[in-house]
């Protein structure tokens, strides 16, 4: 079965700092994605980054980048320099290929940024 | 380009009443997808639909849940009638292709926020 683990519920940030957020998953597909979604507040969940299975490189959208190791089954999100606003839930996903189609939701971990 | 958009925003009912929800995807997104996220936990797939028709609904508790998608377009989930386990933020996503993609990127609306008393 799919599942993704995200070992940290909570974490601390001075800002202006960098952060990584852990993210392991485990499946047998060869073929997947996986995605960093932010969820406020608010309650939206906002798409941050996606990495392909497939990817060479490391993925990267702005102060974002996904470390992927496939070896280890990991993709953690780092954040640089970290602002207040990036305090929030942050959620790593994943689509598999095949016939279960859904993204799997990790539980998440809970970002809070320092002033 | 407008987002994904869902209403209400909350909603608090009395157990065994029925509630409804609304979800208009992006502009122009083949398939649509409702979660079900309680509170601590990630988002629950409950229902997938591409164009007006369902490809999974695996996880829907079909005795109390329905939804539709007519045209192709906007959708509602209903809950009849509603428990107290039902409690819980509902979110409506949308995406571009199929969903049958390990790139098809999900874009989600700001949810709904059931409180069932």
């Known amino acids: 079965a799919q599942k993704i683990t995200q070992t940290q519920p909570g974490m601390f940030v001075q800002e202006k700092e960098a952060v990584t957020l852990d993210c392991t998953y485990d499946t047998s597909d060869q073929s997947y994605g996986l995605f960093w979604y932010k969820q406020p507040s608010s309650g939206e969940m906002i798409f941050l980054i996606y990495?392909?299975?497939?990817?060479?490189q490391n993925a990267t959208e702005g102060r974002y980048s996904l470390n992927f190791q496939k070896a280890r089954k990991s993709a953690n999100l780092v954040i640089s320099a970290s602002q207040l606003g990036d305090s929030a839930m942050y959620f790593c996903a994943m689509r598999h290929s095949g016939s279960a189609r859904q993204l799997t939701f990790g539980s998440g971990t809970q970002l809070t940024v320092l002033p | 380009e407008a987002g994904v958009a869902q209403s209400p925003r909350y909603k608090i009912i009395e157990k065994r009443q029925s509630v409804a929800f609304w979800c208009n995807p992006i502009?122009?997104?083949?398939?649509l997808y409702w979660y079900q996220q309680i509170l601590g936990q990630g988002p629950k797939l409950l229902i997938q639909?591409?164009?007006?028709?369902?490809?999974?609904d695996s996880q829907l508790p079909k005795d109390r849940f329905s939804a539709e998608r007519l045209k192709g377009v906007d959708s509602t989930l209903k809950i009849q009638p509603a428990k107290l386990e039902d409690s819980a933020v509902y979110l409506c996503a949308s995406s571009l292709r199929s969903g049958d993609r390990v790139t098809d990127t999900q874009y989600f609306g700001p949810g709904t926020r059931l409180t069932v008393l």
């Open positions: 639909f591409q164009n007006n028709g369902v490809v999974d």
């Open positions: 990495q392909g299975s497939y990817d060479e």
């Open positions: 502009s122009g997104h083949a398939t």
